[in-house]
């Protein structure tokens, strides 16, 4: 939460872009302070997940004072207590690098998300500039230890091995910004 600013100038503009758009239910898996939540402007009803239930007090905070329709649940993103079918988008951002099994979480926000829904997400992966891509190998392992996150992430390759099917992905930053939209299978 103390980046709140330094996000929004960074990542704002691809949130935007990548979230923007989404209309009627939709579930934000790993919300944390609820960043993404300003984005989902169209959305119905939004509905923020996340594993810790101090960044949901935050996300909380975000959400009524955007006065959207919604809550937010402290939920393990593994095992979804949501009913199959239950939104039409599924979005996530900065979150997959961090899951335990990144590949069990996608399959979880497939089974939620609508057949005719989408799964848009916003990663950050390893750079496609030689010298970054260098960096974030070297340091990955104590990156990980000390924060839980894969540094070298590739979450286009964490996509396709969970099986879904990518309607299309952008990078920006030296490759170090990954968009995905993906549908259920």
């Keep these: ?41 169209s959305a119905t009803k939004v509905v923020g997940i996340d594993i810790s239930a101090d ?22 993103t593994q095992a979804l207590d949501f009913p199959a079918n239950s939104f039409d988008t599924v979005v996530s951002s900065f979150a997959t690098c961090t899951f335990p ?3 069990a979480a996608l399959h979880e926000m497939e089974r939620v998300c609508h057949p005719d829904g989408e799964i848009r997400l916003l990663e950050h992966s390893r750079s496609d500039a030689a010298l970054l891509a260098w960096l974030q190998d070297r340091r990955a392992e104590a990156h990980y230890a000390k924060n839980g996150c894969r540094l070298n992430h590739e979450p286009l390759r964490t996509v396709q091995q969970a099986g879904l099917p990518v309607e299309d992905t952008s990078t920006a930053c030296c490759g170090l910004v990954t968009a995905i939209d993906a549908t259920p299978r």
């Design 1 to 41: 939460d103390r980046w709140r600013r330094l996000d929004r100038l960074f990542a704002g503009r691809y949130r935007r872009r990548q979230f923007g758009d989404v209309n009627d239910r939709v579930l934000d898996v790993a919300c944390g302070t609820g960043r993404n939540f300003r984005y989902l402007s």
């Design 55 to 76: 960044l949901l007090a935050h996300a909380r905070d975000e959400l009524d004072a955007l006065g959207f329709d919604g809550h937010v649940q402290q939920m393990n």
């Design 101 to 103: 099994d990144p590949v």
